[in-house]
């Protein structure tokens, strides 16, 4: 999620918040405001209401958050090291560094989540309870509330991968099968089953009248996309785990000089030569990289004056691979640091550098090949 915004730190584990949040977020926002409070009970004042609503949009977030960081308190007790959490508009996810190598571990992580929001939904239906005849506004959100918590709880147990009830199911072919690939398979084609069904349902209820039948089947496609995509990822990590970062990395790789000026290399090296990341060197040292977006920030008239050395990523800041990594490690170095390159470092030396581009083509080549 490359448009997220850092918020802060919980239990040591950094928050985002990712720009599709916002939009969720306004919307709760106005239909509680408009339609939810005004029909529980009356009061003078409509700013009242959009008072009322900023704060439990907020409570609900709130709770989808904590539902992630019992997922992450789990996963950080089981040694697990939990990247971030991030909410964006169907909710929220914690990114953990590493593919789970147990069955137990991901059985137990999996449950967190769900079990969490059906505790706070049980506080919450306490809490509406006892405060039937103190508060009514109070007693409304709390009502509220917890009615979101036991949703998000019971949804999430759907035996859909990759939610967490998918993750369960997951986990207990794991454990009956031995086998990870025929397991995530599985519970991916019930994901998808389950997505179809709710986008079948959300239409039927958008024919019907109701507009909220958008959001099933918004839910639905978001199920699918990732129930195929989780699937293809461990078919991935299958395929590259007897394969070393030596054995994927390109070794005719180009590099240039750090004086070189950046309009000589535009010309000479970006258009004539068709590539668009250069490693940096001087005597065989590795100092960084220089790639198109790096020259697309610097204006046209100040190429001639400046030089590669000025607009590269420093060594420093780039993220680089052992030539002994395996498969796995230059996948996930790729994909959780964002980045569409690694240099392959021996002795400080640059020996190689893999893209995602020769990643996939090695991929695709080993796919044809029935390897």
Same mark, same amino acid.
């Given at each position: 999620?490359?448009h997220?915004?850092?918020i802060?730190r919980?239990?040591g584990?950094?928050?985002?918040?990712?720009?599709?949040?916002?939009?969720?977020?306004?919307?709760?926002?106005?239909?509680?405001?408009a339609?939810?409070?005004?029909?529980?009970?009356?009061v003078?004042?409509?700013?009242?209401y959009?008072?009322?609503?900023?704060?439990?949009?907020?409570?609900?977030?709130?709770?989808?958050?904590?539902?992630?960081?019992?997922?992450s308190?789990?996963?950080r007790?089981?040694?697990?090291?939990?990247?971030?959490?991030?909410?964006?508009?169907l909710?929220?996810v914690?990114?953990?560094s590493?593919?789970?190598?147990?069955p137990?571990?991901?059985?137990?992580?999996?449950?967190?989540?769900p079990?969490s929001?059906f505790?706070?939904? *049980?506080?919450?239906? &306490?809490?509406?309870? =006892?405060?039937r005849?103190? #508060?009514?506004? !109070? %007693?409304?959100? $709390?009502?509220y509330l917890a009615?979101?918590?036991?949703?998000?709880?019971?949804?999430?147990l759907?035996?859909?991968?990759?939610?967490?009830?998918g993750?369960?199911?997951?986990?207990?072919?794991?454990r009956?099968?031995?086998?990870?690939?025929?397991?995530?398979?599985?519970a991916?084609?019930v994901?998808?089953?389950?997505?179809?069904l709710?986008?079948?349902?959300?239409?039927?209820?958008?024919?019907?009248g109701?507009? *909220?039948?958008?959001? &099933?089947?918004l839910? =639905?496609?978001?199920?699918? #996309?990732?129930? !195929? %995509?989780g699937? $293809?990822?461990v078919?991935l990590?299958?395929?590259?785990?007897d394969?070393?970062?030596?054995?994927?990395?390109?070794?005719?790789?180009?590099?240039v000089?750090?004086?070189?000026?950046?309009?000589?290399?535009?010309?000479?090296?970006i258009?004539k030569?068709?590539?668009?990341v250069?490693?940096?060197?001087?005597q065989?040292?590795?100092?960084?990289?220089?790639?198109?977006?790096?020259?697309?920030k610097v204006?046209h008239?100040?190429?001639?004056? &400046?030089?590669?050395?000025?607009?590269?990523?420093p060594?420093?800041? !780039?993220?680089s691979?052992?030539p002994?990594?395996?498969?796995?490690e230059?996948?996930?170095?790729?994909?959780?640091n964002e980045?569409?390159?690694?240099?392959?470092?021996?002795?400080?030396r640059?020996?190689?550098?893999?893209?995602?581009t020769?990643?996939?083509?090695?991929?695709?080549?080993?796919?044809?090949?029935?390897?």
């Amino acid at each position: 999620m490359k448009h997220a915004w850092r918020i802060g730190r919980l239990a040591g584990i950094e928050i985002k918040v990712d720009s599709s949040w916002i939009i969720i977020f306004l919307l709760f926002t106005f239909s509680l405001a408009a339609f939810y409070f005004p029909q529980a009970f009356p009061v003078s004042s409509h700013s009242f209401y959009w008072l009322l609503g900023l704060i439990t949009s907020l409570l609900v977030f709130a709770s989808v958050l904590f539902h992630e960081l019992a997922h992450s308190v789990v996963a950080r007790k089981q040694g697990e090291k939990v990247e971030d959490i991030t909410l964006f508009i169907l909710g929220g996810v914690a990114r953990i560094s590493e593919e789970l190598k147990e069955p137990k571990k991901e059985f137990y992580l999996a449950l967190a989540g769900p079990v969490s929001s059906f505790i706070l939904g *049980g506080l919450f239906l &306490l809490l509406s309870s =006892g405060l039937r005849n103190i #508060s009514h506004p !109070v %007693q409304v959100i $709390s009502a509220y509330l917890a009615y979101t918590n036991l949703v998000l709880g019971g949804f999430n147990l759907l035996p859909g991968f990759p939610m967490d009830g998918g993750r369960v199911l997951r986990a207990i072919l794991w454990r009956a099968t031995g086998d990870l690939k025929k397991a995530t398979r599985i519970a991916s084609s019930v994901g998808q089953g389950i997505a179809f069904l709710l986008i079948f349902i959300g239409l039927v209820e958008f024919f019907r009248g109701n507009l *909220g039948g958008l959001w &099933l089947v918004l839910i =639905g496609w978001f199920l699918h #996309s990732a129930s !195929v %995509q989780g699937y $293809s990822q461990v078919v991935l990590k299958s395929a590259l785990q007897d394969l070393k970062a030596s054995d994927l990395m390109d070794r005719n790789f180009i590099s240039v000089n750090p004086e070189l000026p950046v309009e000589t290399l535009v010309h000479d090296y970006i258009l004539k030569k068709r590539e668009r990341v250069f490693l940096v060197t001087d005597q065989d040292v590795f100092l960084g990289l220089v790639c198109l977006e790096d020259v697309k920030k610097v204006p046209h008239s100040r190429w001639p004056e &400046l030089k590669v050395s000025e607009i590269m990523t420093p060594v420093n800041k !780039v993220v680089s691979i052992r030539p002994e990594a395996n498969g796995d490690e230059v996948l996930n170095s790729l994909v959780n640091n964002e980045v569409n390159q690694l240099p392959v470092l021996e002795g400080g030396r640059v020996v190689g550098i893999i893209t995602r581009t020769d990643l996939l083509r090695i991929l695709q080549l080993r796919t044809d090949l029935g390897i």
